[in-house]
């Protein structure tokens, strides 16, 4: 929970189509396999539903759908990252996830000097680990909390 | 020694020990010569004294010790007990209490503000008779509102700009009057009403503070305004409820403060030093809270009630799971049935059990109802009996932090407008003596709480002609409303704001704060009343917020349940009987109208019926409104455990909450009440 512990420079990889993104490991809680996904009716369209997380009911969004990309079916390799925002319990739905790396922050390119791109809003930065390109991903903007929270 | 283990035994028993003093106190005013009843208050001021000087909180021990003289000259004959003595131990009693809630919030007990307190009872041991202006000059005193408040730069930077752009900044210093029910609706209402005309930049309290309550009386504002002091004057005299309020201009005070702040600039460490000791001291005071903060509950730590609860809930989803994998082998099916019907005998008795220690008899928010209705008649004049039944009556744990400031509104609000002043009532051949009755009792899944008095009722013609000078109601409305109709307005949001109390015959003010305290319970509240008889107010709240009896239905491939106590019945209804009235499809259903909602459209979900000849249609009540929603198939009957959807899914429309069915998967309940 303590964000300013040691491992403040670790992020959760996942993999949405063939982009790598990362998501700082302090949010996360558990990474499941996807079970039953309950619609919520009147809700907004990036959130695929609800699932139940052993006794609890958590919402899923569609990172895809959130993102602006074409909706595919869950396969084997489908995951849900349970996030722990702000004593939310919100899980995001991605293509695949495996691993943790560690990114520096020096290097970490902030985006403001790249060209803005629908999937601009959600993005804080560009890190580069081995040649390999991780999209940091803005939590709150995907859980489209921002306004309350500033 | 750490004495802090103890605290949480400290607060209680001396709880405890007030709450009996509470109560010989009110009898002892009926027989002043009872000698167990005086001994009995010796003791219990005896043991706090003992406790609160082992725990070192000395002003406790100091104003108690005095009363320990006191009554002990009383005990021993020297004295006699009047009223005035009577008068002193209540206001002891309250000072105490004081201390205690201090402590229970705080950790420390606060100020030594009993001086006065003190001093009374040294008089009166004495045998002098004590100057009673002593009191009041020494509330007058706290009345006088620090003039000094200090601000940061840049509220001193925005009034400073203001006064360059000739705005007016004033300082505007509210005092609430003390028998402010809900202090915070009325702070808001005050702050609404000011920015309508300026902009606050400063007050003290915060804001979110004022909002959770956590002020005393007073609060202070800063603002920026167009309008001058007297605009502001007369908005704030259109408030209720205010004591004391002041409207200073900035305008020419300011020089004067400008000029420390000219002197605080060239020494910026000074000021950061006083920036960083603040918010050192505040979170000194937060952990010190923290450290002292006592448990929810009496006895149980909450916390792990609700984990009981967690597991109980678990435990019938897994009997819910068992019923669903019934075996079709007729000997193993046999087998499986017992072990069901035993598993099902041990979740109600656990779920019982674990409900049972989860609720308090509703006697804790009753026992301070005494005190209140004396206070409140002595001091409006009017001869008011207090009756109380059922204050064993028990409620969830929840509610009974809740339920507390809805009942003193009603309670008041009886005692203040309903029952009349005594020639009035002798008039009408009243019993000269009026009578509040509060009245709790268990019917069937819920709590029944009346607030019922013999005064004169509500005057129906007043409310209806209220409703139209507010617009809350037409005046054709007005013509076809039914009386009983008409007292239902009064929960109307339109009805609260500023006018003053007494002009709707009292009922009104702040009623919809009730009811929509109440409804976020889960319960109803009514309103009956017979003019020249008296009111009764009908507050109905579910025994348990946790597990229901449900309806579990098909809408498509979806499943939903709707909570059974909603529903009045199950029907089927021929498609072509269907009419459309203004777009809105009605049936004609036992002679009266019944409006027919589909629950596939209400939730977008694709599904066949539209083709069907026979609707399904689950009937649901609110009050006495009803409408049918038609569902694809029916499910059955299940008893659900209720799981929020959460802080991120906290205003999803016509869902109330989800549930974890025998397969593992999640339903979605349907909240009816928001179909009316």
Known sequence: MNKSMGNNNQYVIFRIEKENYGIPINYVETIERVSEITRIPNSPYYLTGVINLRGEVVPVIDLRQRFQLSKINVTDESRIIILSVDEMIVGILVDSSSEVLTIE???????SNLVNTFEDDYINGIGKVNERMIIIVDIYKILGVEIENN | MDMNQYMDIFIEESKEHLQNMNQILLQMENNPEDMNMLNEIFRIAHTIKGMSSTMGFQSIAHLTHEMENVLDLIRSGNMLVNEKIINILFKCFDELESYITSIEISGVEGEDTSAGLVKELAALRD???????????????????????????YVHNVIHKAIQQELNPFLVKINLNSKCMLKSARAYIIINTLEKLAEIVYSNPSIEDIEDEKFDLSFELILISKADASILERELKGISEIDLYEVISLQENYYVNNTDVQMEIPDPSLEKEQIESTPASKGEEAKNKRNNKTGKTVRVDIDRLDNLMNLVSELIIIKTRLEDIDGTDRKEGQNMHEAIEYLERITTSLHDAVMKVRMVPIERVFNRFPRMVRDLSKELGKEITLFMTGEETEVDRTVIDEIGDPLIHLIRNSIDHGIEDPETRE???????????????????????????????????????KALERG????????????????QLLFHPGFSTADKISDISGRGVGLDVVKTKIESLGGVVEVDTKHGMGSKFTIRLPLTLAIIQALLVNVGKEKY??????IKEITTIQANTVRKVQNNEVVLYRNSTLPILKLSTLLNVPTTTDEDEEYVVVIVKKADKSVGIVVDHLIGQQEIVIKSLGKYLANIKAIAGATILGNGSVALIVDTNSFF
């Open chain 2, 561 to 566: 349940a709707i909570p059974l106590n909603t």
């Open chain 2, 127 to 153: 045998g002098q008779d004590v100057v009673d202006t002593d009191l009041p000059i020494v509330k007058s005193n706290n009345a006088v509102i620090n003039t000094n408040i200090e601000v940061n730069e």
């Open chain 1, 105 to 111: 922050s020096e290097s970490i390119d902030q985006t």
């Open chain 2, 472 to 487: 809350v109601i037409t005046l054709q409305q007005s013509q076809i409303m039914e009386d009983k109709d008409i007292v």
């Open chain 2, 427 to 465: 008039k009408y051949n009243k019993p000269k003596n009026g009578s509040v009755k509060l009245i709790a009792y268990p019917d069937g899944n819920s709590v029944v709480i009346e607030v019922e008095d013999d005064g004169g009722g509500i005057n129906i013609e007043r409310v209806k002609a």
